[in-house]
């Protein structure tokens, strides 16, 4: 039984290009998060999202950021004209219910040069 | 949000059960207390979780008090490779909140001595 699966694991781009953060849930996941590592900081969310729904997008940057989850294939975070500020890990999560049960995934870590 | 509260670090010696704190004052009656842990370098794992009463698994044990104010998770027999940063942390519906959203603290960095 996979665990979330995250790629790409690394990620670099230079200022002014888009980003793509792909994210497969665990099988018989249908709840997707997604939360951003700042570096020496603690784990924020970002989005939360079930199948072609996103349900609370209020940790989401007003700007350049969105996110979705197709009814077939991954989640994807997608991050337009990328900032050195946007530079952090960008973690992934999935459960079978609302309430528990929250896998995390191993993390992209995007550089922005 | 429900906010929780923990020591920054706390230290342990090797094969010697660890107490991990962690206050919760204005829990409602709906949060779930999750405890989770970081390695350096690696997304957060699951750890345990509970509603009311004490929970065990295969890691860990949750101690929550009667009035759910406060939780200990406790490790048995620390090892090396459980010197991580250990997140407390409620999800529930205080609030109007998103169930599915966990919001983490800085948690307490456990150090653990060979």
């Known amino acids: 039984n996979a665990g979330v699966m995250q790629n790409p694991r690394h990620l670099v781009r230079r200022r002014g290009q888009e980003a793509r953060l792909r994210c497969s849930p665990m099988?018989?996941?249908?709840?997707v998060y997604w939360y951003r590592q700042l570096p020496e900081e603690g784990l924020k969310f970002m989005v939360y999202l079930q199948k072609e729904n996103i349900i609370d997008e209020s940790g989401m940057p007003k700007e350049r950021f969105s996110a979705e989850f197709p009814k077939e294939g991954p989640s994807i975070l997608r991050i337009q004209q990328v900032v050195r500020g946007d530079s952090a890990a960008y973690f992934c999560?999935?459960?079978?219910?609302?309430?528990?049960?929250?896998?995390f995934g191993s993390g992209t870590r995007l550089t922005v040069v | 949000d429900a906010k929780t509260t923990q020591p920054n670090s706390m230290e342990s010696n090797e094969e010697e059960p660890v107490h991990l704190p962690c206050n919760h004052s204005?829990?409602?009656?709906?949060?779930?207390i999750h405890w989770y842990r970081q390695l350096p370098s690696q997304g957060p794992e699951y750890v345990i979780h509970g509603l009311t009463s004490n929970v065990n698994n295969r890691m860990a044990s949750l101690a929550i008090a009667e009035d759910r104010k406060s939780s200990t998770l406790i490790l048995h027999r620390a090892t090396l490779r459980d010197a991580a940063v250990y997140y407390c942390?409620?999800?529930?519906?205080?609030?109007?909140?998103?169930?599915?959203?966990?919001?983490f603290g800085q948690g307490t960095i456990l150090t653990v001595h060979p």
């Open positions: 204005t829990i409602s009656g709906t949060d779930y």
């Open positions: 099988k018989g996941h249908s709840h």
């Open positions: 942390i409620l999800s529930g519906n205080a609030g109007g909140t998103s169930y599915g959203k966990l919001t």
């Open positions: 999560a999935s459960s079978p219910t609302d309430s528990y049960g929250y896998t």
